[in-house]
């Protein structure tokens, strides 16, 4: 290669990183526009004046607002769910520890945040599955992609002799995604960090109920 291909690749490299970075402030900062507002409430002009970008920038990336927020429950939201979910849970060999554990971790990763604003999935699909057909399927997909990881996780346990083998992996599954996102939803409406920590108190004892004596 010479020396003039090799500094016309590097530009392109350059530029590709460039792009791509700006792509992902983008995303970023509408996570936490979205987050905190709702996605009705997130502003193209507030969003570029906080990420320091322009109008150019913007829809060089996505052809509008709503599929900003389209690319942001593939990207962040799906991710977030799967990093909860399904990474960390797959570390526990005892599937009830590890979900106990996955509820600490997502609290964790949210903070002072999960009582102030909620869980962000929740919230998003709370707003926008009534009144559209794409974040209602893609936000679907992201609870049943959390549906599988647990269920999946009791499945294991009843092989290994951990979880009652009389238990139903997929409705025990969906009674505590809806009980977890209850408790951060009823944290978030009374502002009140007890109410989840109650919650927590009756979910692991909940949990407990799934293991097989002995």
């Known amino acids: 290669m010479t020396s003039q291909a090799k500094i016309a690749m590097s530009e392109r490299i350059e530029r590709r990183n460039d792009a791509d970075a700006t792509r992902t402030r983008l995303l970023d900062v509408a996570f936490g526009?979205?987050?905190?507002?709702?996605?009705?409430?997130?502003?193209?002009?507030?969003?570029?004046?906080?990420?320091g970008l322009t109008k150019g920038a913007f829809y060089h990336h996505f052809s509008s607002k709503t599929a900003l927020g389209l690319a942001v429950i593939d990207e962040l939201l799906a991710g977030l769910a799967d990093l909860v979910w399904g990474q960390h849970l797959a570390q526990y060999d005892d599937p009830l520890?590890?979900?106990?554990?996955?509820?600490?971790?997502?609290?964790?990763?949210?903070?002072?945040?999960?009582?102030?604003f909620g869980c962000p999935i929740n919230n998003l699909a709370q707003e926008m599955s009534a009144v559209?057909?794409?974040?209602?399927?893609?936000?679907?997909?992201?609870f049943r992609g959390i549906l599988d990881h647990i269920a999946a996780a009791l499945e294991r346990g009843q092989a290994n002799g951990i979880v009652r083998p009389d238990v139903d992996p997929r409705a025990a599954a969906i009674f505590i995604l809806a009980g977890f996102e209850g408790m951060v939803g009823l944290a978030k409406s009374t502002r009140d960090p007890d109410m989840r920590d109650a919650?927590?108190?009756?979910?692991?004892?909940?949990?407990?109920s799934l293991r097989a004596s002995g």
């Open 132 to 142: 559209d057909d794409a974040f209602r399927d893609r936000l679907g997909a992201v």
């Open 199 to 208: 919650a927590m108190g009756e979910a692991r004892r909940y949990l407990e």
């Open 97 to 116: 520890e590890g979900i106990e554990a996955c509820i600490g971790f997502a609290l964790g990763v949210l903070g002072d945040r999960a009582t102030t």
């Open 33 to 51: 526009e979205i987050y905190a507002h709702g996605f009705q409430g997130l502003r193209i002009d507030t969003l570029l004046d906080k990420a």
